[in-house]
């Protein structure tokens, strides 16, 4: 069974940083791509940052210049580090992969969401 374990979640200033991780467990054939969304209350669940296996990554404007993302193959790990954070990236944060399992097809697997709270 595969799981998405997410960690590094809760309450920073305005202008701080937080790293948010997300541990993908399992047996695991390939990774495609992993990745991290938020939903904020009345707001649909939006892309935030992802990567892909060949190590091309995507951003939302939104968050472009101040939130990198980057992976550890080896573990099987994604991060999402975020400096300047402002009341805007208050959200839920929830980490994506679209992988492989073992002896089975592509699919979409998802963490059970991070709480960040930006505000001072």
């Known amino acids: 069974q595969v799981q998405l374990v997410e960690s590094g979640g809760g309450l920073v200033q305005p202008g701080g940083s937080l790293r948010l991780s997300c541990a993908a467990s399992?047996?695991?054939?390939?990774?495609?791509?992993m990745g991290w969304y938020r939903q904020a209350p009345g707001k649909r669940r939006e892309l935030v940052a992802a990567?892909?296996?060949?190590?091309?990554?995507n951003y939302a404007d939104s968050v472009k210049g101040r939130f990198t993302i980057s992976k550890d193959n080896a573990k099987n790990t994604v991060h999402l580090q975020g400096n300047s954070l402002k009341p805007d990236d208050t959200s839920v944060y929830y980490c994506?992969?679209?992988?492989?399992?073992?002896?089975?097809?592509?699919?979409?697997?998802w963490g059970q969401g991070t709480q960040v709270t930006v505000s001072s």
């Open positions: 990567v892909a296996s060949d190590g091309t990554t």
């Open positions: 994506h992969a679209q992988l492989r399992p073992v002896g089975q097809t592509l699919g979409d697997y």
């Open positions: 399992g047996s695991i054939f390939t990774i495609y791509t």
